[in-house]
């Protein structure tokens, strides 16, 4: 999809007035202890899913519920609304959950989809409560990484270098998920803080695989941690930094060049 085409269909499905520049987010945050939860303190995660949402959680709730991790209405309405309209058919998430169920389920195109997960318990609730689901779910994989040894350097707002902790093996099992025809959304809502700046690295280590114009959606990215992590990842030549919708507690969007 040409890169003007997708600059329409954010437009189209994020509203303009919701956005929240990476500059401004920099320089709110600069003056913040790491720990603070920013303008994500102040956001509700309150609001009902969807009546569509509501109905396809209660098929799985004896596997899977909605907690306070989970995406918030908002934000996965958002996305389901972008993924339609863009006619997307491959899709890639780090952090499995509400949406899991809710994208195949709800968008009417069938999906190539995959869930990255780091905790084996987890994961595998998620794959018993897609099996209650059947051929609704159609081609959804959840595929659980662990931490890996080697770790990528991550400069911070203000000069401070951290270390993120990677996935093993992850490019090798995206690359075999997808083959010849990568993801064309990628979502990350994970790892969990448990991979200590696990998500800035999982878009890192997948840039050879990604083409132009694939869309990053990071998620709870009005939270320090992921104002830092955009901002890291505004300094790869690769990586195109729209900005913050505040919806829920933050839709961050780039777009790879």
């Known amino acids: 999809m ?6 329409a269909l ?3 499905c994020f509203r303009p007035e919701l956005l929240l520049p990476l500059a401004a987010a920099r320089a709110l945050y600069a003056g913040l202890p790491e720990k603070s939860p920013g303008l994500a303190g102040s956001t509700t995660r309150k609001g009902a899913y969807p009546d569509e949402v509501a109905a396809v959680m209660a098929n799985v709730r004896d596997h899977f519920r909605p907690s306070g991790f989970s995406m918030s209405p908002d934000s996965l309405t958002t996305l389901i609304e972008l993924v339609k309209a863009a006619g997307w058919t491959r899709v890639l998430e780090f952090g499995a959950g509400v949406s899991t169920f809710a994208l195949p389920a709800l968008v009417p195109q069938p999906l ?4 990255i997960e780091e ?4 994961a595998a609730s998620i794959r018993a409560g897609l099996a209650v689901g ?7 994989d959840i595929a659980q990484l662990d931490p890996g040894t080697s770790k990528i350097k991550v400069s911070l707002v203000g000069g401070k270098t951290i270390r993120a902790v990677r ?8 690359r075999d998920a997808f083959g010849a025809h990568p993801p064309q959304i990628v979502i990350i809502d994970g790892p969990s803080s448990r991979m200590r700046w696990g998500r800035y690295a999982a878009l890192i280590d997948l840039l050879d ?15 320090h941690r992921e104002v830092n992590i955009l901002n890291a990842w505004s300094n790869h030549p690769r990586i195109d930094v729209r900005g913050i919708y505040c919806l829920g507690t933050g839709t961050g969007i780039s777009i790879l060049k």
């Open 2 to 7: 040409e890169e003007q085409t997708v600059e």
């Open 10 to 12: 954010i437009g189209r």
């Open 112 to 115: 190539r989809y995959l869930s």
């Open 119 to 122: 905790d084996a318990g987890y």
């Open 134 to 140: 059947g051929e609704k779910y159609g081609d959804v």
């Open 167 to 174: 996935f093993e093996k992850l490019a090798e099992t995206v």
């Open 209 to 223: 695989l990604l083409p132009k114009g694939t869309v990053v959606l990071l998620d709870d990215a009005l939270r």
